[in-house]
């Protein structure tokens, strides 16, 4: 049986207290998404330290983190992750957005994001997931599903339009 191998791209770097009480944001992610058996790598992206380009197919797939830096932004380490990203698109593997992980794969693929119009939002929100598009592996999957999530939020940045072919599958 193959063990699935995945990579964190950490666009963000470790708080103290994130570093103290979790050993780094890279634990929160494994803690996550992470099943026994799983080989999972990590990527300081922030910091310039990208997967080589032939070492992609190894992988099953990514996860993007969030970040204090805004998607939309021309940092080389950001416009060098958005060529990944555009790589990882056209061999079809896996990816996760999460905050500015979904913002940043938007640009990458055609979509807009950019600084909200109602400035910060932060505190407690609800989250709507669009069932019709969720695919569950059972019909009592299905029923597990809540219709909407609630999240704690904090970003100022948003995606106004999604890339062609993209299908929004839960929203705030």
Known sequence: MKVGRYAVLLAARDSE??????????N???AAFGEEGERWDLFRVVDDEFPDMSELY?????V???SPYDAYG???????????????????????????????LCRSLGGKVGKACSGWDIGLRTVKVVKDLWVPSSLEELDEMPSSLSIIECHQDEVFEVP???Q???FS
């Open 168 to 170: 929004v599958v839960a």
């Open 17 to 26: 207290f994130v570093e103290k009480v979790y050993g780094g944001y890279f």
């Open 164 to 166: 062609m072919g993209a």
């Open 74 to 104: 021309n940092d080389y380490w950001i416009l060098k992750l958005c060529f990944l990203l555009q790589t990882l698109d056209a061999m079809e593997k896996k990816v996760l957005g999460i905050c500015f992980g979904h913002q940043v």
């Open 28 to 30: 929160v992610f494994i």
């Open 58 to 62: 190894k992988y099953d797939g990514f």
């Open 64 to 66: 993007i983190s969030g």
